[in-house]
């Protein structure tokens, strides 16, 4: 039953993963840019004639694609840095777009494309020329279903050439940055057909992209994987003899001037460079302290004991208590258990094995033993009075279902922490070692961090790509908040989930080593931060935004963790060796060296402490088999109190962990408060954009619009086909 709940688990989390990224196989259409090459002329009238290839691979049904080609320029990273106000960023607009013909590139499907002054999204073998708020938007009519498509577009960017006095320059931004769709590569190739002298040429945008000259008459600019949103852009300088006929005259020396701006920018790379390695060897060296904190202040020696003196740690340490010191942790659920074989074994809880005629073969009853309860701890005595209650007797497997149910469970397993923690203390355990003047300097270093990433975030500037793009992007999300709450909170539960999960499932892995309560903050704020950093290269993939955010989760961690650095005394550190060499015996099987099997009538004692340390499982396959003892061979053989005990009592973290009573809570709030909003929202169908291209801030190419079928809450068609085209780019309809 066990294994079919964790299967089904993992099969419904990847479900809900899948939902989450937008990755349902049934519904999903996206499109991909497998490959942009650009051909640019420059013609001796200052107009570049440039054809354009873009293969497209469509998934699913698309109408067409449709590109937009922007009057404006807008080069993010000039724009931060160059302060030249001689060169105005108009004098790098076209003043026309002339488009000469849109083609289909492959041989198999070559063909030619009509222009018309408009067509329905049906029309195949057409396209439309549309000009509005400063763009020419090209719409390609050409039905693709799960194919790859190359387009050719030819047109002709007039009076985009500038005459200095003294140099000739093409400056463009031919990839803009409201790019939706990764350009896995781009080429971009610039002839001066009839040039003999020297050029110089620069690329902006991407730090992985590539400039070179081939030769006087040939640069070429190469990038691999530009991100959503980034922008590509190209500065070239050459003889103006090139282009005699150009009537775009700026009247200055302008080549000093550009060079000083290119360095500028240059520098200012470098230095940005430079900035987010520092972050990174920053959090690097904090990751280092943080290390050699956790073994200086909470790591104990181990060291050999020659003898373990059973009966004194037994008498000393109940097995919650030994499990805590021997794994350095918090009380786990599983000490329950532990506690009651302890009590049963000492005679303070009779048990009584009773047949049955359901489905189990025993009934396990435990009973108190009034006469013996003075043989009692105070951990034992809070566990004794929780099991029991005023009942004087229970059923075992009954009560073990029930006791994680109650609603004030968790609270009693925290009071009952408390006071582990406070008998442990008072033994020489789990005392705070971490100097104040220490704990003080990882605060002022949290500050710093802080300082430093703020400097460092306005020295990059809030400009990721465009600024456009980033309103687009907080104009929808407000939006989605507005409109699709619900769902929003529905989809909320998917990742708590997931954090929880991974805290749990990382915790019980090396809570043996470090520590319950250093694991349990350590991890949360890792898969915290670690999803931040996954959104964060999904959507905004910026290098610096990353540095930082591993810094201040560095830096978090640091300030944290450092109060939970524990150490044990001389003589708890002792009782530690002790316990882990009784630990390595039981599992090892090894205290039977001198003794015969049967001989040994402390297998119970043994168990509850086996239970305690972990290694309940090992031991308990070679009890069972033994005949030690009738009782204990009847409760071994029962699956269901053995599944407990295996399971380390997990039962009890699903029903009464904080983390699982809250996704309760909150699985049940949203329920009641917006599940019959949810159900009863129309499904509304229909086809809208999937936008792709680029805005009004620089030249673009490609994208398009879809046509999605999925819920949607107080939203048209019409709706979506008002904002896509309001936004620009480009797609596929």
């Known amino acids: 039953m066990r294994e079919k709940i964790k299967r089904y688990g993992i099969i419904l989390l990847f479900m809900l993963m899948a939902i989450l990224l937008g990755n349902n ?70 003043t026309n777009v002339r488009v000469n013909s ?46 790859t498509k190359t387009f050719k577009i030819d047109y002709t960017l007039e009076n985009l050439g500038v005459k200095h006095n003294d140099i000739g320059e093409l400056y463009y931004n031919f990839i803009g940055g409201a790019w939706e769709v990764e350009i896995e590569k781009l080429n971009i190739d610039i002839y001066l057909p009839k040039n003999k002298e020297p050029i110089q040429v620069w690329g902006h945008g991407p730090y992985n992209g590539k400039s070179k000259i081939i030769n006087n008459t040939h640069a070429n600019f190469y990038v691999k994987n530009v991100k959503p949103g980034q922008y590509v852009a190209t500065r070239v300088l050459f003889d103006n003899a090139n282009i005699p006929n150009a009537t775009k005259l700026s009247n200055i020396e302008a080549k000093e001037l550009i060079y000083k701006d290119e360095n500028a920018i240059i520098e200012n790379k470098e230095e940005k460079e430079a900035y987010t390695k520092k972050i990174i060897i920053f959090a690097i060296c904090l990751l280092i302290y943080w290390i050699i904190l956790m073994l200086l202040f909470e790591k104990d020696k181990k060291y050999k004991v020659a003898n373990i003196e059973e009966e004194k740690l037994f008498a000393k340490y109940n097995p919650m208590m030994a499990g805590c010191i021997q794994g350095s942790r918090a009380i786990l659920a599983r000490d329950i258990i532990a506690v009651i074989l302890g009590l049963i074994s000492k005679k303070v809880v009779e048990l009584e094995i009773k047949q049955s005629m359901g489905k189990e073969n025993y009934v396990y009853i435990i009973r108190k033993n009034i006469e013996q309860e003075e043989n009692m701890d105070e951990i ?33 397993f925290r009071e009952l922490n408390k006071k582990v ?52 992007i907080l104009t929808g999300v407000g939006i989605y908040l507005l409109f699709c709450i619900p769902l929003l909170i529905g989809l909320l539960y998917i990742p708590i989930n997931l954090i ?20 349990t903050t350590t991890i949360s704020l890792c898969v915290f931060f670690g999803i931040i950093i996954i959104l964060t290269i999904a959507f905004f993939p910026v290098k610096y935004i990353v540095a930082d955010e591993i810094l201040i989760c560095m830096a978090t961690i640091l300030i944290l963790t450092d109060n939970l650095m524990l150490k044990n005394n001389a003589i708890m550190i002792e009782d530690f060796s002790k316990l882990n060499a009784l630990k390595e015996k039981i599992e090892n099987y090894s205290l039977m060296q001198d003794r015969e099997v049967e001989q040994i009538i402390l297998w119970d004692k043994y168990l509850s402490y086996a239970v305690s340390f972990g290694i309940a499982g090992k031991i308990m396959k070679k009890m069972k088999n033994l005949y030690i003892d009738d009782d204990l061979t009847t409760l071994l053989n029962n699956d269901l109190l053995t599944g407990f005990i295996q399971s380390d009592y997990d039962m009890f973290y699903r029903y009464a962990s904080l983390d699982r009573r809250f ?71």
């Open 25 to 94: 196989t049934v519904q999903a259409k996206s499109y991909q840019v497998k490959e942009m090459d650009i051909q640019a002329t420059i013609n001796e009238d200052g107009s570049v004639g440039i054809q354009q290839n873009i293969t497209y691979q469509f998934k699913g049904s698309y109408h067409g694609i449709y590109i937009n080609i922007p009057y404006q320029l807008q080069d993010l990273e000039r724009d931060e840095i160059v302060k030249n106000e001689k060169i105005k960023d108009s004098l790098y607009n076209p």
């Open 380 to 412: 034992e005595a809070y566990i004794y009075h929780w099991i029991f209650g005023n009942r004087q007797e229970v059923d075992l497997t009954k009560r073990l279902k029930e006791l994680p149910k109650e609603s004030k469970a968790n609270v009693k």
């Open 421 to 472: 923690e406070k008998k442990l203390a008072q033994k020489g355990a789990n005392q705070a070692k971490v100097p104040l003047i220490i704990r003080a300097f990882n605060v002022f270093l949290f500050i710093l961090s802080v300082v430093v990433i703020s400097k460092h975030i306005m020295f990059n500037g809030f400009n990721l790509y465009n600024t456009q793009k980033a309103n687009e």
């Open 102 to 147: 849109v083609a289909l590139e492959k041989e198999e499907t070559k063909k030619t494309f009509q222009q018309v002054e408009m067509a329905k999204n049906e029309r195949k073998g057409v396209y439309t020329i549309m000009n509005q708020q400063g763009m020419q938007t090209i719409k390609v009519y050409e039905p693709s279903q799960d194919v």
């Open 663 to 733: 996704i309760r809570s909150y699985k049940e709030t949203t329920r009641n408060v917006f599940g019959g909003i949810i159900s009863s929202t129309s499904a509304l169908g229909g086809e809208g954009f999937s936008s792709g291209g680029s805005s009004s801030s620089g030249f673009s190419s490609g994208g398009g619009y879809s046509s999605r079928r999925r819920r949607r809450i107080f939203w048209t068609e019409e709706d979506i086909l008002v904002v896509v085209e309001k936004v620009g780019g480009g797609g596929a309809f």
């Open 500 to 519: 929880i999960m991974i805290r749990h499932k990382i915790n019980k892995t090396v809570q043996r080593i470090t520590g319950q309560k250093v694991v």
